[in-house]
């Protein structure tokens, strides 16, 4: 019998990849040259989160491709993607969503000519601390109450390195104080970029659980 919480989980990731393919569809496409630098931004943005929802899906599911398959049919640039994040994975050069982001958000930004602003091993760190917003919705979305839902996600996210106690309860406030659930993509780009803009030095990246 299938465990009802990782069902749950397992359709959250799904609901966040396709909240990321939809944005990725919005965006202006990285093969135009836009016209504007934050345009331009706004779809290597896009790239990064479907990268790193495809990776946390094929990683969290036991590199399931069948899960992922249904939402990448419609999208070329998805496929792309996809495709990398097999081939990555499976040759053991990612060790964690976060650095699949950061290796698109820079290769994208090269291409587009705009500037990240922190370095990749940063961003790939920023990237990282997302998983706490995404198991802290995951919570709050099973009526968890917030100080035990801190607990469990400290449990869970066992490195103070790349996971500190003062970022978990950051996001506790941001998840568990409006009246209603946070969108969790917007959640989770504001974990993020907020990390990313404050230009602090960066631990060790991705590390293993």
């Given at each position: 019998?299938?465990?009802?919480?990782?069902?749950?989980?397992?359709?959250?990731?799904?609901?966040?990849?396709?909240?990321a393919l939809g944005a990725l569809?919005?965006?202006?496409?990285?093969?135009?040259?836009?016209?504007?630098?934050?345009?331009?931004?706004?779809?290597?943005?896009?790239?990064?989160?479907?990268?790193?929802?495809?990776?946390?899906?094929?990683?969290?599911?036991?590199?399931?491709?069948?899960?992922?398959?249904?939402?990448?049919?419609?999208?070329?640039?998805?496929?792309?993607?996809?495709?990398?994040?097999?081939?990555?994975?499976?040759?053991?050069?990612?060790?964690?969503?976060?650095?699949?982001?950061?290796?698109?958000?820079?290769?994208?930004?090269?291409?587009?000519?705009?500037?990240?602003?922190?370095?990749?091993?940063?961003?790939?760190?920023?990237?990282?601390?997302?998983?706490?917003?995404?198991?802290?919705?995951?919570?709050?979305?099973?009526?968890?109450?917030?100080?035990?839902?801190?607990?469990?996600?400290?449990?869970?996210?066992?490195?103070?390195?790349?996971?500190?106690?003062?970022?978990?309860?950051?996001?506790?406030?941001?998840?568990?104080?409006?009246?209603?659930?946070?969108?969790?993509?917007?959640?989770?780009?504001?974990?993020?970029?907020?990390?990313?803009?404050?230009?602090?030095?960066?631990?060790?990246?991705?590390?293993?659980?």
């Amino acid at each position: 019998m299938s465990d009802p919480s990782h069902n749950r989980a397992r359709a959250r990731r799904l609901a966040a990849l396709a909240g990321a393919l939809g944005a990725l569809a919005a965006a202006p496409s990285h093969a135009q040259p836009s016209p504007a630098s934050r345009t331009a931004f706004q779809a290597c943005d896009a790239q990064a989160f479907v990268a790193m929802n495809i990776t946390r899906n094929y990683m969290m599911s036991g590199r399931n491709k069948e899960l992922i398959e249904p939402h990448i049919k419609d999208s070329e640039l998805g496929r792309a993607i996809a495709d990398q994040v097999y081939r990555r994975v499976d040759a053991g050069q990612v060790r964690h969503p976060g650095e699949m982001a950061a290796d698109v958000l820079f290769k994208c930004a090269a291409e587009q000519k705009v500037t990240v602003g922190a370095s990749r091993q940063r961003v790939a760190l920023c990237f990282t601390r997302t998983d706490v917003a995404f198991f802290l919705h995951l919570e709050r979305s099973e009526q968890v109450p917030r100080q035990q839902a801190v607990s469990k996600v400290l449990a869970r996210l066992t490195s103070r390195e790349l996971y500190p106690v003062a970022l978990v309860n950051q996001v506790a406030e941001a998840v568990y104080a409006p009246t209603e659930l946070p969108d969790l993509q917007q959640l989770t780009r504001a974990v993020a970029w907020t990390c990313i803009n404050q230009k602090a030095p960066a631990a060790p990246a991705a590390a293993s659980r």
